[in-house]
């Protein structure tokens, strides 16, 4: 017996958080439910660019000095199509 597998484009997380909010969910609770995931996924990003900045051994003059810096640099015309 062969299983029809549909494939959505979803990974497995994103269809189990689909299957497991498959019912009415209060606005309220929907409101917290993103708070928690916000703040979940921001704490890894938070934890990522620390990790990044202490391998790279970025400083706080680092941070100054990108501040200030200029980084466009003149571009040619470009012929708009």
């Known amino acids: 017996?062969?299983?029809?597998?549909?494939?959505?484009?979803?990974?497995?997380?994103?269809?189990?958080?689909l299957r497991m909010f498959d019912r009415?969910?209060?606005?309220?609770?929907?409101?917290?439910?993103k708070q928690v995931l916000v703040k979940h996924?921001?704490?890894?990003l938070l934890d990522e660019v620390d990790r990044v900045v202490e391998e790279k051994g970025i400083t706080e003059m680092?941070?100054?000095?990108?501040?200030t810096e200029?980084?466009?640099t003149k571009s040619k015309k470009r012929k708009l199509v």
């Open 70 to 72: 200029h980084f466009r």
């Open 24 to 33: 009415n969910i209060p606005e309220t609770d929907i409101q917290e439910i």
């Open 41 to 44: 996924l921001s704490k890894q």
């Open 1 to 17: 017996m062969s299983q029809n597998i549909q494939h959505t484009g979803l990974n497995e997380v994103q269809i189990g958080l």
């Open 62 to 67: 680092d941070f100054k000095r990108l501040e």
